[in-house]
């Protein structure tokens, strides 16, 4: 899935591709932001993202979905 994390005073925001499931990382963002910790998100390539919550705009979360092949409309 890909996530998209905005930073306060920063002009674009950080994407990453990750594994993990949707509720995992609705419940990691909400633990670092009820504790004032540091958000820490590991990609789909073993690469770690840091975000202090503290400036955390906000985070988009985009389930990947599965491709549709030939012409049917959509159920």
């Known amino acids: 899935m890909e996530i998209k994390i905005g930073v ?3 002009p674009r925001e950080l994407t990453i591709d990750s ?3 949707v509720e ?5 963002v909400r633990a670092a932001i009820t504790k004032g910790d540091v ?5 789909s390539k ?3 993202l ?3 919550a503290a400036k955390i705009a906000f985070v988009e ?3 990947t979905s599965r491709g549709r092949v030939g012409f ?3 159920a």
Not at 24 to 28: D, K, N, S
Not at 39 to 43: E, H, S, T
């Open 39 to 43: 958000l820490r998100i590991a990609d």
């Open 61 to 63: 979360i985009t389930p």
């Open 19 to 21: 594994e993990e499931t």
């Open 50 to 52: 840091l975000v202090p």
């Open 24 to 28: 995992a990382i609705e419940t990691l």
């Open 46 to 48: 073993d690469r770690t």
């Open 72 to 74: 049917g409309s959509p």
């Open 8 to 10: 306060h005073d920063h």
